[in-house]
């Protein structure tokens, strides 16, 4: 592999970060777990990391293009993906468009109300505390991150849904909500990092509302990874098709 892989920094529940040679780069490895309920569900899904690789890439490019900074530097080969190396917050932002998943469990919104403005929430990324809710007061005193950080990521954040939100509308997705991750690069500036694909966002087809995420999981359903290969076979252009030899 060019750039050389490294060793093993740190072993997530869905991905691996390696060194590399650049102590400013990192390579990203997309296994094939899937996990829900706090890591309490398990399983392998064949091919998960080389599609959720390809999807978050894409979702990366569009949002570099847009000016939006990001983690990414290039795919080397599907599963890997070159990125800078961020010290990450210990933050899920999530963003919502249409109420769903816990939103629902949690306050009285109606099944798939509309959220226009989009409800901005923030998770503190801690398994130990199965990621609590957060507010600013509470975030700003365990010192995660000071005011100014926060209104950056809450101004990034919704740039980003509406780049994202645009270009999957024109792919005939719906975008209900997302969870995102920030982190510092060399130079003290906050970019987006981690991941963007149906293991994190929700994803419904905009004419059925057909589910194409993580939920059929979490459910139980089958056909978790068609819906997975049906998003990249959505947003992927030919040139990428052609280019990995993707068989769709
Ligand atoms: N560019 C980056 N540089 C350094 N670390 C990153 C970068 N992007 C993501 N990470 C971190 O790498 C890990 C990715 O692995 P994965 O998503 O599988 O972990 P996780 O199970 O969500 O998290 P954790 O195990 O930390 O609770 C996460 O801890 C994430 O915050
Ligand atoms: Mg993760």
């Known amino acids: 592999m060019n750039p050389k892989i490294g060793n093993l920094l740190y ?23 899937i996990t829900a309920g706090d890591g309490v569900k398990s399983e392998k899904m064949v091919k998960k990391g080389f599609y ?35 010290d990450m917050l210990p933050l899920e932002v999530i963003t919502r468009n249409i109420a769903a998943g816990s939103l629902l469990k949690k306050f009285p919104f109606k099944t798939r109300q509309e959220l226009n403005p989009p409800v901005i929430q923030m998770d503190y990324k801690n398994d130990e505390y199965h990621d609590p809710m957060l507010n600013d007061s509470i975030t700003i005193a365990l010192g995660l991150a000071d005011q100014e950080q926060l209104d950056i990521i809450r101004d990034i954040t919704l740039k980003i849904n509406s780049v994202l939100k645009d270009f999957l509308l024109s792919k005939n997705i719906l975008f209900p909500d997302f969870k995102i991750e920030y982190g510092f690069d060399s130079s003290g500036n906050i970019v987006l990092g981690d991941e ?28 978790v990874m ?11 252009s030919e040139k990428d098709i052609k280019k990995w030899k993707i068989e769709l």
């Not at 966002?201 to 056909?223: A, I, Y």
């Not at 068609?226 to 992927?236: E, F, P, Q, R």
């Open 196 to 223: 963007i694909s149906p293991d994190t966002c929700r994803f419904w087809d905009s004419k059925t509302c057909e589910v194409l995420d993580k939920d059929l999981f979490r459910k139980g359903d089958s056909g």
């Open 11 to 33: 072993a997530g529940k869905a991905k691996d970060v390696y060194k590399t040679d650049d102590p400013k780069r990192v390579i990203v490895k997309f296994r094939d777990d």
């Open 226 to 236: 068609d819906a997975y290969v049906k998003v990249a076979s959505l947003i992927l």
């Open 52 to 86: 959720n690789s390809l999807i978050s890439s894409k979702f990366f490019e569009v949002l570099e293009n847009a000016g939006i900074k990001t983690q990414y530097i290039e795919l080397i080969e599907p599963g890997y993906m070159l990125c800078k190396k961020l």
